[in-house]
């Protein structure tokens, strides 16, 4: 393709890029990425960047196409450290590629979109997700692809049930994938998936600000930046489904292991005490959630996506919580340790 036509594509995925990023039901804080395919560079965002800046900040990354793709098939640990193939003449800011680059070299449709969508998360936390998600994507081409760290174990894990003509991938526990030849087609398959994909959320009352600014006191904590976010504390299931564990990466990554519930009468000194460390946030069931005073943007926009995805999930289906292996290993990559220093900084 022309050169041209590549420039004009590239602003077309800049400028759908950030409305994702601007919506909290597709995508949170740092999550989500997309890209480009122009020749052998593969076009995509930089990892700890928000999709809603793309048209205000530069956030895509160069990265070479045929030696990364070697890497993966050779299942070459270099594969996991994208920054590795990043075409470094090009990239101006010199900012680290994706941690899913892999995700988007091994899709060969040009325009990929991965998509934190709360609808799609909610069904891929379930056991049964495969059953539910084959009754609603009847007539698409799609693969379900069970839950692998995030890298070259999830581009793994993508080849292996990768066939020609896939063109949606349901990620277990996180998320989703669409690919298209343009940036055109991929929007308008990201649209029809997430609305075949959509279940209502369960409906709850509001939060109780005035015990909650009472709990406050002087302990350093605060009420979340969003309002919607302490609906996974006033609803009884919800909040069930949150202490139950992680139920996917990004959760592990801004709030840290599970979600801490206080329990009857405990207020915040006593929940800091049992835990033995002040956590990032904390759900007072009936109440609504406080979230630590320094915890980052990226911490309340999970916090929102928490309760966004668990208003959604079937309230008698079995859920797939991740397990401690899989959390630490989220916790101690240096990838994500990378994404939060970022975020930590106010990205």
Same mark, same amino acid.
């Given at each position: 393709?022309? %050169?041209?036509?590549?420039?004009?594509?590239?602003? @077309? $995925?800049?400028?759908?890029?950030? =409305?994702?990023?601007?919506?909290?039901?597709?995508?949170?804080?740092?999550?989500?990425?997309?890209?480009?395919?122009?020749? *052998?560079?593969?076009?995509?965002?930089?990892?700890?960047?928000?999709?809603?800046?793309a048209?205000?900040?530069d956030? !895509?990354?160069?990265?070479?196409?045929?030696?990364?793709?070697?890497?993966?098939?050779?299942? *070459?640990? #270099?594969?996991?450290?994208?920054?590795?193939?990043?075409?470094?003449?090009?990239?101006?800011?010199?900012?680290?590629?994706?941690?899913?680059?892999?995700?988007? #070299?091994?899709?060969?449709?040009?325009?990929? $979109?991965?998509?934190?969508?709360?609808?799609?998360?909610?069904?891929?936390?379930? #056991?049964?997700?495969?059953?539910?998600?084959?009754?609603?994507?009847?007539? $698409?081409?799609?693969?379900?692809?069970?839950?692998?760290?995030?890298?070259?174990?999830?581009?793994?894990g993508?080849?292996?049930?990768l066939?020609?003509?896939?063109?949606?991938? %349901?990620?277990? =526990?996180?998320?989703?994938?669409?690919?298209?030849?343009?940036? #055109?087609?991929a929007?308008?398959?990201?649209?029809?998936?997430?609305?075949?994909?959509?279940?209502?959320?369960?409906?709850?009352?509001?939060? =109780?600000?005035?015990?909650?600014?009472?709990?406050?006191?002087h302990?350093?904590?605060?009420?979340?930046?969003?309002?919607?976010?302490? @609906?996974?504390? %006033?609803?009884?299931?919800?909040?069930?489904?949150?202490?139950?564990?992680?139920?996917?990466?990004?959760?592990v990554?801004?709030l840290?292991?599970?979600?801490?519930?206080?329990?009857?009468g405990? *207020?915040?000194?006593?929940?800091?005490?049992?835990?033995?460390?002040?956590?990032?946030?904390?759900?007072?069931?009936?109440?609504?959630?406080?979230?630590?005073?320094?915890?980052?943007?990226?911490?309340?926009? !999970?916090?929102?996506c928490?309760? *966004?995805?668990?208003?959604?999930?079937?309230?008698?289906?079995?859920?797939?919580?991740?397990?401690?292996?899989?959390?630490?290993? &989220?916790? =101690?990559?240096?990838?994500?340790?990378?994404?939060?220093? &970022?975020?930590?900084?106010?990205?």
């Amino acid at each position: 393709m022309a %050169i041209n036509a590549d420039a004009q594509e590239l602003a @077309a $995925l800049r400028s759908l890029s950030a =409305n994702i990023g601007r919506d909290p039901h597709l995508t949170q804080a740092a999550g989500g990425n997309t890209s480009l395919k122009a020749g *052998d560079t593969l076009w995509i965002k930089a990892s700890g960047t928000w999709l809603k800046d793309a048209l205000a900040e530069d956030i !895509m990354v160069p990265v070479a196409i045929p030696p990364l793709l070697r890497a993966v098939e050779q299942r *070459d640990p #270099a594969a996991d450290q994208p920054q590795g193939f990043a075409i470094e003449a090009l990239n101006i800011r010199k900012l680290r590629p994706s941690i899913e680059t892999t995700v988007h #070299a091994l899709m060969p449709q040009r325009v990929v $979109l991965h998509v934190h969508c709360v609808d799609t998360i909610s069904l891929a936390v379930q #056991a049964d997700c495969e059953a539910q998600i084959a009754k609603r994507l009847d007539g $698409l081409e799609w693969a379900y692809v069970p839950y692998r760290r995030p890298g070259l174990p999830l581009a793994q894990g993508i080849a292996e049930r990768l066939r020609p003509g896939v063109d949606v991938l %349901i990620l277990a =526990n996180h998320g989703l994938v669409v690919a298209a030849e343009t940036v #055109a087609g991929a929007e308008a398959l990201l649209r029809r998936v997430t609305g075949l994909l959509a279940r209502p959320p369960r409906e709850v009352a509001e939060p =109780n600000l005035v015990a909650l600014t009472a709990l406050i006191g002087h302990t350093g904590y605060r009420l979340p930046a969003d309002v919607k976010a302490h @609906a996974a504390a %006033i609803d009884p299931e919800s909040c069930r489904m949150a202490s139950g564990g992680s139920l996917y990466p990004d959760h592990v990554i801004f709030l840290g292991k599970g979600s801490v519930v206080a329990r009857s009468g405990e *207020d915040v000194m006593r929940v800091t005490e049992r835990c033995g460390t002040a956590p990032a946030a904390i759900l007072f069931p009936g109440l609504g959630v406080l979230m630590r005073g320094d915890a980052s943007p990226g911490a309340d926009a !999970m916090q929102r996506c928490l309760a *966004d995805v668990t208003a959604r999930v079937d309230v008698a289906a079995k859920l797939n919580y991740l397990t401690a292996a899989e959390n630490d290993e &989220l916790i =101690n990559w240096d990838a994500e340790q990378y994404r939060q220093k &970022l975020n930590a900084a106010g990205g």
